[in-house]
């Protein structure tokens, strides 16, 4: 059974920093693609910034861009998102996904993952 807990959500001030971190299991973690995807209240959910392990490959929606970085640690099968200078807007819940049909160029598409966590919520007050 595929598991996807992610942790590191919090209330920060605007121009703050967090990192996300998702624990994967029942997944062979070092295939294909992962993604951090993210919801705001009313919003639908975008793709933010995904992870190809082969090749090591990132993808990025331009709105965070210079600012969050994803990466992983295959060893201790955990995905992360480093997310700095945060702004207002970065405020909701984040998700981790896996099990992306498709390549590179889906895996900001929230649609094509089959595998999901519940969630971690960021909040960011000015």
């Known amino acids: 059974q595929v598991q996807l807990v992610e942790s590191g959500g919090g209330s920060v001030q605007a121009g703050g920093s967090l990192r996300l971190a998702c624990a994967v299991s029942?997944?062979?973690?070092?295939?294909?693609?992962m993604g951090w995807f993210r919801q705001a209240p009313g919003k639908e959910r975008e793709g933010v910034a995904a992870i190809g392990f082969v090749a090591s490959s990132t993808r990025y929606v331009d709105s965070v861009k210079g600012r969050f970085t994803i990466s992983q640690d295959a060893a201790k099968k955990l995905l992360y998102l480093e997310m700095n200078n945060l702004k207002l807007e970065d405020t909701a819940m984040y998700y981790c996904?896996?099990?992306?049909?498709?390549?590179?160029?889906?895996?900001?598409?929230?649609?094509?993952?089959?595998?999901w966590g519940q969630g971690t919520q960021v909040t960011v007050s000015s």
């Open positions: 029942g997944y062979t973690f070092n295939r294909g693609y």
């Open positions: 996904a896996a099990g992306l049909n498709g390549g590179l160029a889906n895996a900001l598409s929230p649609g094509r993952y089959t595998y």
